[in-house]
């Protein structure tokens, strides 16, 4: 009797304990398992906290949450993307200056000095190259020389090995711009296109570098490697785009595009437009060559025995005249060519804890008369590719 009245009294006791353990796990559980609305705002606030895309704005608040601040923990820094800045230097004549070493070079990002993850001197550095052809009315006066020219530039960049890291692609633009000739690392389909085109109508330029910007097929790797880089065939002149230069030249910025111009204004007529190029070119740490500049000068006949050919140009047909325009047209593709192919090559990740999105830039090079062209600046925040 005894016995049987402890097993009974032994059953009650374990069973009451079962119950008090879990009613103590009860609220832990419910906690754990609440609302669905509740636990994803914590997961949200957490993200927020932890996880902020590197080309994003700053976080506005919430920063200085306990969660964030966990001993061991690295504060994740709004940052940006990898900036690449192609250098070019030349001597006091022009010519590249190719033999210096990375500790001849200093890159300033707001006057504060970085700190270098790449360089090259490297010649060849994988490239893309979007040429931009004006096709208005203005080009037909020499359109001739500037469609050999193209061809030329084309053929010199775009050599058709696909191991070479250089690929092109055609914009053409007059009343409406449009990708000719989309991105490949065949120049054939752009050297073909370009020999059949005949120019008449406005000028979209803007468009067209917005074009080059946005509607075109990408190459894996841009805009670190490879670069981007555009050259412009035309006079700068814009009577037809949707959009402005001051919003080319910041998205240009913002994508990294280096941008070149080989300028379609002849001597002797005034062209308000040339500063869109030289912007266009100076923002981006490019250049403008001008061929038909001054090629009158040393030319016998022109003063002379000018004649009026449509309002449009001082024509001379003597073969000293043919000779000197196919000399500056070799000359400036050999320019543009020699500097796409010659850079120096910096990257490096900005520790720049300023607030600014577009952040000045300066290289500088230790070293007397040379002269260096890179770009301005760069936005922080550089969309993907």
Same mark, same amino acid.
């Given at each position: 009797?005894?016995?049987?009245?402890?097993?009974?009294?032994?059953?009650?006791?374990?069973?009451?304990?079962?119950?008090?353990?879990?009613?103590?796990?009860?609220?832990?559980?419910?906690? +754990?398992?609440?609302?669905?609305?509740?636990?994803?705002?914590?997961?949200?606030?957490?993200?927020?906290?932890?996880?902020?895309?590197?080309?994003?704005?700053?976080?506005?608040?919430?920063?200085?949450?306990?969660? %964030?601040?966990?001993?061991?923990?690295?504060?994740?820094?709004?940052?940006?993307?990898?900036?690449?800045?192609?250098?070019?230097?030349?001597?006091?004549?022009?010519?590249?200056?190719?033999?210096?070493?990375?500790?001849?070079?200093?890159?300033?990002?707001?006057?504060?000095?970085?700190?270098?993850?790449?360089?090259?001197?490297?010649?060849?550095?994988?490239?893309?190259?979007?040429?931009?052809?004006?096709?208005?009315?203005?080009?037909?006066?020499?359109?001739?020389?500037?469609?050999?020219?193209?061809?030329?530039?084309?053929?010199?960049?775009?050599?058709?090995?696909?191991?070479?890291?250089?690929?092109?692609?055609?914009?053409?633009?007059?009343?409406?711009?449009?990708?000719?000739?989309?991105? %490949?690392?065949?120049? +054939?389909?752009?050297?073909?296109?370009?020999?059949?085109?005949?120019?008449?109508?406005?000028?979209?330029?803007?468009?067209?570098?917005?074009?080059?910007?946005?509607?075109?097929?990408?190459?894996?790797?841009?805009?670190?490697?490879?670069?981007?880089?555009?050259?412009?065939?035309?006079?700068?002149?814009?009577?037809?785009?949707?959009?402005?230069?001051?919003?080319?030249?910041?998205?240009?910025?913002?994508?990294?595009?280096?941008?070149?111009?080989?300028?379609?204004?002849?001597?002797?007529?005034?062209?308000?437009?040339?500063?869109?190029?030289?912007?266009?070119?100076?923002?981006?740490?490019?250049?403008?060559?001008?061929?038909?500049?001054?090629?009158?000068?040393?030319?016998?006949?022109?003063? %002379?025995?000018?004649?009026?050919?449509?309002?449009?140009?001082?024509?001379?047909?003597?073969?000293?005249?043919?000779?000197?325009?196919?000399?500056?047209?070799?000359?400036?593709?050999?320019?543009?060519?020699?500097?796409?192919?010659?850079?120096?090559?910096?990257?490096?990740?900005?520790?720049?804890?300023?607030?600014?999105?577009?952040?000045?830039?300066?290289?500088?090079?230790?070293?007397?008369?040379?002269?260096?062209?890179?770009?301005?600046?760069?936005?922080?925040?550089?969309?993907? %590719?």
């Amino acid at each position: 009797m005894l016995s049987r009245f402890c097993n009974v009294s032994l059953f009650v006791f374990g069973f009451a304990l079962c119950l008090a353990q879990q009613a103590e796990a009860w609220p832990q559980a419910k906690s +754990e398992t609440g609302p669905p609305a509740v636990a994803a705002a914590d997961k949200g606030k957490s993200d927020t906290t932890v996880t902020i895309a590197p080309a994003g704005p700053p976080a506005v608040g919430g920063g200085d949450t306990k969660d %964030s601040k966990k001993p061991g923990d690295t504060p994740f820094k709004v940052g940006v993307n990898e900036v690449i800045v192609p250098v070019t230097v030349t001597d006091e004549k022009g010519k590249f200056v190719i033999d210096l070493d990375k500790k001849d070079f200093t890159i300033f990002e707001e006057n504060k000095p970085q700190t270098m993850t790449f360089f090259t001197r490297e010649r060849n550095q994988p490239v893309v190259i979007g040429f931009l052809l004006d096709m208005s009315t203005a080009s037909r006066i020499h359109w001739k020389n500037f469609q050999n020219a193209t061809v030329e530039l084309i053929q010199n960049l775009i050599t058709g090995q696909k191991d070479s890291g250089y690929s092109g692609y055609l914009i053409d633009y007059a009343q409406d711009a449009e990708v000719a000739v989309d991105t %490949s690392s065949d120049p +054939e389909p752009m050297v073909e296109k370009v020999r059949k085109l005949k120019p008449g109508g406005g000028a979209a330029l803007y468009d067209a570098i917005w074009l080059a910007c946005t509607s075109r097929k990408l190459i894996k790797g841009e805009p670190i490697e490879p670069r981007r880089v555009l050259v412009i065939i035309g006079d700068g002149h814009d009577n037809a785009s949707k959009h402005s230069l001051a919003q080319v030249v910041e998205l240009a910025s913002r994508q990294q595009f280096t941008i070149y111009c080989i300028s379609t204004q002849a001597f002797g007529f005034t062209n308000p437009s040339d500063d869109n190029l030289v912007k266009l070119a100076q923002e981006t740490g490019g250049r403008v060559v001008y061929p038909l500049d001054e090629i009158y000068r040393d030319t016998d006949g022109y003063l %002379s025995h000018p004649s009026d050919d449509g309002n449009y140009a001082l024509t001379v047909g003597t073969g000293s005249y043919i000779n000197v325009v196919d000399g500056k047209m070799y000359k400036a593709v050999a320019d543009i060519a020699g500097e796409i192919t010659t850079q120096y090559i910096i990257r490096y990740v900005s520790d720049n804890p300023v607030d600014k999105n577009y952040r000045n830039l300066k290289v500088v090079v230790q070293l007397g008369n040379v002269r260096v062209r890179a770009r301005k600046g760069y936005y922080a925040n550089v969309p993907g %590719s």
